[in-house]
């Protein structure tokens, strides 16, 4: 039975999900690099959307959310064929046109994610083989496995709106994928810095707000759930924000907006995965820890281990998602303010459900990129030429420049 | 007539602007440019990571005078264009050989 209401705000929600990546993940990243290399990060971003979009009609949505494989979906909804226009998704009251639309924006948004990683050196071929591989590959059966009734959903894992599915799953094959490329040219010391970090506010708002579309269009409802995972979302990334602001003034003596933004963003990755199980106290606790934790991992991975995740996307989504894999066991408990766990389930006995997703996902993405890397690597190569590299992409991979100043 | 060439902080353009027209001075030529000193340029800190900064914005005042004002105009800027830390900048000197005032082709300190 279709339900007006949800309709519209699933409608809306898919609005603002789509928004988030276009542009506000592509502003976000464009503005961290330097002005000879933006358009070509706006131009991934871009791509990555309508790319993943052709896919996600032709077979990736289908294998993600029809059938009950434990591993993966079926064909049948390839195309959408069979599927009739009054039709409500499973266990929903929205249309399945509107649940395909919602669902294609987190496909969208997952590997446009990745693109933080290998900003500014990545060859444009490789990034689009990349993408669709890896969309198949570790998207597609991931998603199944927590969202489409898989092996993990069985287990009752929990993972609101895509701790597991989106953020960890990009945060970790965008390490490997920054290992296995290399740093750019003169990492850490000589690399220019954020052309722009005006642009990386403006697109961070257009994600924070966007969020709200990701986390309570994730209750596939408009009621008390998606109120709730609003309110909850804009606790944590604000508390986080707070957190970042804090840190650098502390530690700098001059707290940066490229700090405070990369903050809220941190704060929302963390409450992700929660949204849905936990009440505004707790969205407190998991703001202030996804904040500095991720404000740790962004010191450790880049400064500790020097590798070259340009954007941060592991520190800020990956470890940030996974953290609030686990705090949802924690919060979801009813002694907590949260919705409550399932009859008869411990929070401990949740939070080694919520470590096993994990595992396995972390498992996943990690052995599934690496082959999807090298077979990259093998068939177009990953990185651009030094001299090209020197240059910048804009010009010689688009031919533009971003300022014609 | 004397070439002066400064390079100094962006943010006391102003201050050296007014000093000279109190000077007298009756043009002058700006420019941003970038460069380094004894500093090497700085460093500039975005998520906690250190980017070295080799070449830091500055402006570069060119200006032509009659050779006896070139003191008063070098104090000049001199003392506007202080803070007394790093970074403030220099001033050069250089003979000037010819001048000529475009609109009625006048040469020499005429030009000026």
């Keep these: ?45 871009f791509t990555i959307a309508s790319v993943v979009t052709v896919l996600w009609l032709l077979a990736a949505y289908s294998l993600t959310f029809s059938g009950t494989g434990a591993w993966i979906g079926d064909l049948s909804k390839v195309l959408l064929i ?14 399945e046109s509107v649940f395909f639309m919602f669902q294609m924006t987190f496909a969208i948004i997952t590997p446009a994610l990745i693109v933080g990683a290998f900003v500014e050196r990545m060859r444009f071929g490789a990034v689009v083989l990349f993408s669709v591989l890896w969309l198949f590959l570790v998207y597609v059966p991931v998603a199944h496995w927590i969202w489409g009734g898989g092996w993990l959903a069985e287990r009752g894992v929990l ?29 850490p010391h000589e690399v220019r810095p954020p052309h722009a970090p005006w642009m990386t506010m403006v697109g961070a708002c ?36 707070v957190v970042w602001i804090v840190i650098e003034a502390v530690k700098y003596g001059k707290p940066s907006l490229v700090g405070a933004v990369t903050g809220a963003i941190a704060g929302l990755a963390t409450i992700t995965p929660a949204s849905g199980y936990v009440g505004p106290g707790a969205a407190l606790v998991i703001g202030l820890v996804g904040g500095g934790v991720c404000y740790l991992m962004v010191m450790v991975v880049k400064h500790r281990f020097k590798i070259d995740d340009a954007l941060d996307v592991l520190a800020v989504h990956g470890i940030g998602g996974a953290v609030g894999v686990l705090l949802a066991a924690v919060f979801a ?8 766990l399932v009859e008869g389930r411990t929070m401990g006995g949740q939070a080694l459900i919520q470590l096993t997703g994990i595992i396995a996902v972390l498992i996943w993405s990690v052995v599934v990129s690496f082959i999807i890397i090298k077979l990259v690597q093998a068939l177009v190569g990953l990185r651009v030429s030094a001299e090209i590299e020197e240059q910048g992409l804009d010009l010689n991979i688009h031919g533009e420049r971003g300022y014609n100043m | 007539m004397k070439y002066i060439i400064a390079i ?15 000077k007298g001075v009756q043009g002058l030529t700006v420019s941003e440019v970038r460069g380094f000193g004894r500093q090497k340029g700085q460093t500039e800190i975005y998520r906690g990571a250190e980017y070295n900064i080799h070449y830091v914005p500055k402006v570069k005042i060119e200006i032509a005078v009659d050779a006896g004002m070139a003191d008063a105009v070098v104090e000049a800027i001199g003392e506007a264009a202080r803070t007394g830390r790093i970074g403030d900048g220099k001033v050069f000197v250089l003979p000037l050989e010819g001048a ?13």
């Design chain 1, 1 to 45: 039975m279709i339900d007006a209401g949800d309709t519209a705000w699933l409608i809306t929600a898919t609005a603002l999900v789509l928004f988030m990546t276009l542009p506000g993940l592509a502003l976000f990243y464009g503005g961290l690099v330097r002005a000879e290399n933006l358009l070509s990060v706006l131009m991934q971003c």
């Design chain 1, 82 to 95: 069979g599927v009739p226009r009054d039709a409500a998704a499973a266990d929903t009251t929205i249309p």
């Design chain 1, 159 to 187: 993972d609101f709106a895509g701790g597991l599915v989106v953020h960890l799953t990009a945060g970790v094959s965008a390490l490997l994928l920054a290992i296995m490329l290399g740093p750019r040219l003169g990492f």
């Design chain 1, 206 to 241: 257009m994600l924070w707000v966007g969020w709200f579309g990701f986390n309570a269009g994730s209750a596939l409802s408009a009621g008390a759930d998606a109120g709730m995972a609003m309110t909850v979302t804009h606790i944590s990334a604000a508390t986080a924000t």
């Design chain 1, 333 to 340: 408990d009813a002694a907590l303010g949260g919705i409550g």
């Design chain 2, 8 to 22: 100094i902080q962006p943010h006391r353009l102003d201050a050296v602007r007014e000093a000279l027209a109190a």
């Design chain 2, 100 to 112: 000529m005032r475009v609109r009625t082709g006048e040469m020499g300190a005429d030009a000026l």
